[in-house]
Structures are given as structure tokens and as C-alpha cells.
């Protein structure tokens, strides 16, 4: 049978008597202590699977401390540190065997002993740990140093006071200077994790320390890489030639095997790109980035969905990055549908002019998958590339056209809702394919689709012609259709009535009688009363508001960070934030922020936050002077034009709770026993918000 076999009999729950009895047999005849050993293993078992009745056998614990077998010592530790906060009267007594233990003659039996007495959060044990840590800081054997290393970094989370008024951290620096990489590396690790949780201590690497501490990295295991170049993030340099240097001694770890490794030398050379003003140094590195980006999707899918997050946001930093590799983000059958979903993200980031049609035909394969949400993303993804590549807008219509045709419903769905924003991006350029929709109207069952069609049917009312009964199908369920699908019928009704008056004269006044009368929703209700303002003033102004020009939408990526989060977050490269994509404070709340520190070699023109503000102060200055020229030429005009309306608007209304017939059919308007109308909230009548009638005032305020 195998020791895994084996083991697995040790996990049955076990009675405190049988087993003290256990752990007490043997005797002298017992040299290799197997009986102890094997209890000892049932012991720790139950102590795995939460069975706390094992605290009783404490004192019996504590008695083989004394067994000079590293086996049994490792076993009765764990056993110390999981139960010393339970019962620290008894662990106390354990306490003179650990201390006697640091000064053994195996390094391995020091470094346990040390280790499992920084472990325990009791204070006579703390307080115990500093005078042997100092020594063993200086042991002979670099592991026993090594496990020092940590021990400070960990007595610092159970006192930090008591490790900054001893000269412990002093010591820890010294280390640095250590001949063995390990230790060095551990002592960096330590000292990056007091700093992290110390709001006094300061962690600053000139040059010649990181030029030092880079110099050990071929020399250091997996671990010991990670934790040096976790350290560069603190060295700030002065110089863009140091900056190039140390990113160019560095790369070489890009080739590492360890995910850990290469996501962290990423990290340290997109930061040192920060500092770096040649471009031609610049664009080496970004070259650099990108094959270790690509193998690492070679590996398992965790590690290539956190691969595929980081590229998210190196993209948006370093577009030139994985430029020319959108090959390698193309979809597997047996890709898991989150890492799809992200290699989805990425090729519309990559699409480009050049390689649309390799994309455009790799999309529409996913579009024929069998997972349902992810064909979603692949329609969607096809209308966002019409708007973000203008030259391939038609090619993304055809082959929209090509999948509406496959009449399968939620394919059908989420292309009218691409359809009507690329209708947004190009107007009066691709209406040909209205009638394509229009056949596909009883396929729409959800608010998305709905809404996205019914708009279009409003939009271009005037160049489809039973535009009007369209409308009136919708409306059979108007009551019933959700606030979104309600305010798309609401707008395209007037929209109908303004191109064509005689076709949506009886439509109008229905919908805005149910909109201001019938509905309990604010929104809608307000939308209702100011289209009824609008058309019972000036048509023409109507026209002006409801049909004119809307501000041209973009297709940005769904991942589109702000300019500060994407400048925090390239400084958190393969950490469990960039999978989120939120600034580390939103993942980790004592988390310390991480900030591009000023110096003579950091490029503030290229930082995402300069630019954007550069940005922002440019449209600025160039939408000053038109405001400016609007304020004087047309300012009385408009005043002028925008009280005549409010007048007329409150004659009509006054005239209607008069009793008069209103070519809408009903008012939100209610007579008084003295004529005097007022206009008052549907769900609330007893509340009269302000006299209707001539001069009144603002003809409506809910």
C-alpha cells in the first residue's frame, strides 16, 4: 500500500485516552519512537479536521519536546502553534525547550525552533524570540539567516513597537550585505513587509544597492527573484541612463519559467519605462513584453486568464504591445468561457484596419458557439468594431446580416442593438438594412432588443412606411413592456408624429395620455410632460430638440480604465487587483497605494494623468470661444423665443382644463370650483404644485 493510503487512516476521529495512551507506549524497546511517531501523526490529523478535544493532550505534548528526532520535534510544534492561545499557561512550559533548541547543533532543528516561537501570538513567547533572533541573525548557516530574515518581519506583526525600539531592523539592513543570495533576497522580502505595514519606516534603493541586488538575481531561487524585484518597485531613479540600465539587466527574467517571475519583471520594466526618455529604448522594451505575455497562455487556464487581465491593462499603457499578435488571443474549443470572454476583449483591443477580415471571420465562428453569453459578446463585439474602424463598418454589416439570417432569436436580439448604435455612428448611411429588421420583428422578446428596434422605427419613421402600424403593434403591451421598452415608444411616437404629422396624430396623444396619467414611474412621467410642452408650444422647436443631432458615441473597451487607476494599476502588474482591474484600496483596504515618485528622470509628459489633463484643457480652450459668441448673439433671441413658448404653452393648457378639446385628448390639468386650473401630480392629487393659467409661472414642477 502507499504512504498515501496510509496517511489516509490517520484521519479518523480519534478518542483523547486511546491516544495519550498511544503517545505514552513504547518504551525503551521503541529506539526509533515509531509508536510516538504514528500517534503523534493521528494527533496532528485530528488537529487538522478541527477536533479540539486534541487540546487536552497538551501536557503530553510538551513532555516529547525533549525526543532529539526532528520528525517528532516538527509535529510537536505545529501542535504548540496551533493551541498556545488556547491554553499559553501550559505553551509557557514548552517555552525553555524551544530557546534551548536554537542553540542545537542541526541548523534545521534552529531555524524550526525559531520559526515556531515567532509563530505564536502570546507575549512571554514574543518577548522571548528578540535576544536568540539577534544571534541567530549571524548564524553560520545561511538558512538559519534566512528564517531570521522572516522572523523579524513577522515579530514585527505581533509588536511592532517592540522591534523598532530594538535594533532588529538595523540588523535585518545589514543583511543585505550578506555573500549569500537567499538570505539577501529573504532580507529584502522582510524588510518590504514591515514598510508595507509601517506608516514611520522608509524603504529607499539608490543605484548602487539596485545595481547590487540585480546582480544576484541568476543566483537566486524562484522566490528569491520575486521578492528582489518586488524591491526594485522602490528604487526611484534619477537618471533615464540608470533607468534603461536596470530595465535592460532585468529583462532577462522575462524568459524565466515561473509565471511569478516574468508578471513581476513586467511590472519593474513597465515602471522603469516611466523614467526612460528615449523612445528607441522604449519601443526595444515593448518588444520584449510581448513573447512573455504569449507563452505564458501556453500554460494552464488560471494562469492565462490572469495573463490575458494584465495585457488588458499593458494595452491600454503600451498599445504598441502585442501589436502584431492577435493570433495567439483567438479562442480554443476547450478554452474556459472566462478566459474567452477576456481573449474577446483583447482582439477588439488588437483589431485593426490591417487584420479586420482575419478578425471579422474568427468572430463570426464564435458567433455559431453553443454557450449563448458568449455569442452575445461575439455579435456585440462585431458592432463595436463598424464603430470603432469606419473603413470596415460595411464588412461588420454584412456580417451581422449574415448571422440575422440564421433567424436564431438572441442572435437576432443583440445585432438590432449593435445595429442601432452603428445607426448612431453613421446617420443616413446604411439604412438599406432597415427592412432586414423589420422581417425580424417578432423574434424581439427582450427590453434590449425591443428598445434598440423601436428606436430605429422612430428615428427613420419618415423612410419606412407603415412606420405608424410598427409603432402601434408595440403598443398593444404598452402597459405591460418595462420602463426602458416604455420610454424608447414614448420618444419614437413623437419622433413619428414630428416626420409624419397625419400618421401619428392619433398615436401621440394615447401614449402621452398613458405616460403623464397612467404610469407610475417618475421618468416616464417626465418625459411624458415635457414632449407635451414641447408640442403644445412650437412643433418647429420640437423638431429641433427631438430630432436633432446627438453626440457621436465611440466604441471603447468595456475595460477602459481612468487615466489615475490605469497609472496606479501598471504599477500593480500580477497582483490580484489587475484581475479586477480596480485601484488595490478597493481590493486590499490596507493596502499601501502605490505612486509614480517624482524625480529629474520621470517622463511627465507621457503619464496617462498629464495627458488626460492636457486633453481636457485643449477642448476646453476650443469650446470657450463658442460659448462666448452664443451667450452675446443669441442670448435675448432665445430668452425671447423660450418665454413666448412657456406663455403659449400655458394658454393651451389654461384653455384645456377650461374645458376646450385638446388635440392631444386630456391634460394633466384639474378645474377649481373658480376656473382657475391647476396643474397637479397624477399620484397625488391633493398637492397643487402651481396655477396653470396665463403668467402662472413654470407650467410644470413635480
Not at 414 to 423: G, K, L, P, Q, Y
Request: aromatic share 6%.
Amino acid at each position: 500500500m502507499s504512504a498515501g493510503g496510509q496517511d489516509a487512516k490517520l484521519f479518523a476521529r480519534g478518542k483523547v485516552a486511546e491516544l495519550r495512551l498511544e503517545l505514552n507506549s513504547g518504551g525503551k524497546k521503541d529506539k526509533n519512537y515509531s509508536a510516538k511517531k504514528t500517534a503523534l501523526k493521528k494527533i496532528v490529523a485530528n488537529m487538522t479536521m478541527s477536533n479540539n478535544d486534541m487540546v487536552a493532550l497538551f501536557a503530553d505534548i510538551v513532555a516529547c519536546m525533549h525526543i532529539a528526532s526532528l520528525e517528532i520535534k516538527k509535529m510537536c510544534f505545529l501542535y504548540l502553534v496551533n493551541y498556545a492561545r488556547i491554553k499559553p499557561d501550559v505553551a509557557l512550559k514548552a517555552l525553555p525547550i524551544i530557546v534551548n533548541d536554537m542553540d542545537d547543533s542541526n541548523p534545521l532543528v534552529r531555524a524550526l525552533a525559531l520559526r515556531t516561537m515567532s509563530y505564536i501570538h502570546v507575549r512571554e513567547f514574543v518577548e522571548a524570540t528578540v535576544p536568540p533572533l539577534k544571534q541567530l541573525l549571524k548564524d553560520s548557516d545561511p538558512y538559519v539567516r534566512k528564517t531570521a530574515a522572516f522572523c523579524v518581519s513577522k515579530l514585527y506583526d505581533h509588536d511592532r513597537h517592540l522591534v523598532e525600539s530594538s535594533d532588529l531592523i538595523d540588523r535585518l539592513n545589514s543583511m543585505l550585505r550578506d555573500e549569500n543570495p537567499t538570505v539577501v533576497s529573504s532580507a529584502l522580502a522582510s524588510l518590504m513587509d514591515i514598510w508595507e505595514r509601517s506608516e514611520s519606516i522608509k524603504l529607499t534603493i539608490d543605484y548602487a544597492s539596485a545595481s547590487k541586488i540585480v546582480q544576484i538575481l541568476p543566483d537566486c531561487s524562484e522566490w528569491g527573484q520575486t521578492y528582489i524585484l518586488e524591491a526594485m518597485m522602490n528604487y526611484v531613479p534619477q537618471d533615464t541612463t540608470e533607468a534603461a540600465i536596470l530595465a535592460e539587466r532585468i529583462s532577462p527574467r522575462l524568459s524565466h519559467s515561473n509565471s511569478a517571475v516574468v508578471l513581476t519583471c513586467i511590472r519593474v520594466v513597465l515602471y522603469l519605462m516611466n523614467y526612460i526618455s528615449d523612445q528607441k529604448v522604449i519601443a526595444s522594451l515593448c518588444n520584449k513584453l510581448s513573447p512573455p505575455l504569449v507563452t505564458l497562455l501556453s500554460k494552464g487556464p488560471e494562469i492565462q486568464y490572469l495573463a490575458l487581465r494584465n495585457a488588458l491593462l499593458i494595452l491600454q499603457r503600451r498599445p504598441e504591445v502585442l501589436r502584431n499578435d492577435i493570433r495567439v488571443f483567438f479562442c480554443k474549443y476547450n478554452d474556459p468561457i472566462y478566459v474567452k470572454v477576456t481573449k474577446l476583449e483583447l482582439i477588439f483591443m488588437l483589431a485593426t484596419e490591417r487584420n479586420i477580415k482575419e478578425v471579422l471571420t474568427e468572430l463570426r465562428e464564435y458567433a455559431t458557439e453553443i454557450d449563448v453569453d458568449f455569442v452575445r459578446k461575439s455579435v456585440r463585439a462585431i458592432g463595436k468594431l463598424a464603430i470603432k474602424i469606419e473603413p470596415a463598418a460595411r464588412l461588420c454589416i454584412n456580417t451581422l446580416l449574415e448571422l440575422v439570417a440564421t433567424k436564431v432569436s438572441y442572435i437576432v436580439q443583440e445585432a438590432t442593438v449593435v445595429i442601432r448604435n452603428i445607426f448612431r455612428k453613421y446617420p443616413n448611411q446604411y439604412e438599406s438594412i432597415i427592412s432586414t429588421l423589420c422581417e425580424n420583428l417578432d423574434s424581439l422578446d427582450e427590453p434590449e432588443a425591443k428598445a434598440a428596434m423601436i428606436w430605429v422605427i422612430g428615428q427613420y419613421a419618415d423612410r419606412i412606411d407603415n412606420s405608424d402600424v410598427l409603432l402601434d403593434d408595440f403598443l398593444y403591451t404598452f402597459a405591460d413592456e418595462p420602463h426602458e421598452v416604455q420610454l424608447a415608444l414614448l420618444t419614437a411616437t413623437v419622433k413619428l408624429f414630428i416626420q409624419r404629422p397625419t400618421k401619428g396624430q392619433d398615436l401621440v396623444p394615447k401614449v402621452l395620455k398613458w405616460a403623464t396619467e397612467e404610469t407610475d414611474n417618475p421618468d416616464l412621467r417626465d418625459r411624458g410632460y415635457m414632449y407635451w410642452r414641447l408640442l403644445s408650444s412650437k412643433p418647429e422647436t420640437a423638431k429641433l430638440i427631438v430630432m436633432g443631432e446627438k453626440p457621436a458615441i465611440t466604441a471603447e473597451e468595456s475595460e477602459k480604465l481612468d487615466p489615475a487607476t490605469l497609472e496606479e494599476m501598471c504599477l500593480n502588474v500580477g497582483t490580484l487587483a489587475t484581475v479586477y482591474l480596480k485601484p488595490v484600496q478597493q481590493v486590499f483596504r490596507s493596502a499601501r497605494p502605490r505612486k509614480l515618485i517624482d524625480s529629474p528622470a520621470l517622463q511627465k509628459h507621457s503619464l496617462p494623468t498629464v495627458r488626460a489633463a492636457a486633453a481636457a484643457r485643449q477642448k476646453a480652450a476650443a469650446e470657450r470661444p463658442a460659448v462666448d459668441t452664443s451667450n452675446t448673439n443669441g442670448h435675448d433671441a432665445s430668452n425671447g423665443n423660450l418665454a413666448a413658448a412657456v406663455n403659449e404653452a400655458d394658454l393651451y393648457f389654461a384653455g384645456v382644463g377650461a374645458g376646450r378639446e385638446s388635440a392631444f385628448g386630456g391634460s394633466p390639468v384639474v378645474g377649481n370650483a373658480s376656473g382657475m386650473g391647476y396643474v397637479v401630480n397624477q399620484n397625488a392629487p391633493q398637492q397643487v404644485v402651481s396655477p396653470s393659467g396665463p403668467g402662472g409661472g413654470d407650467l410644470l414642477l413635480l
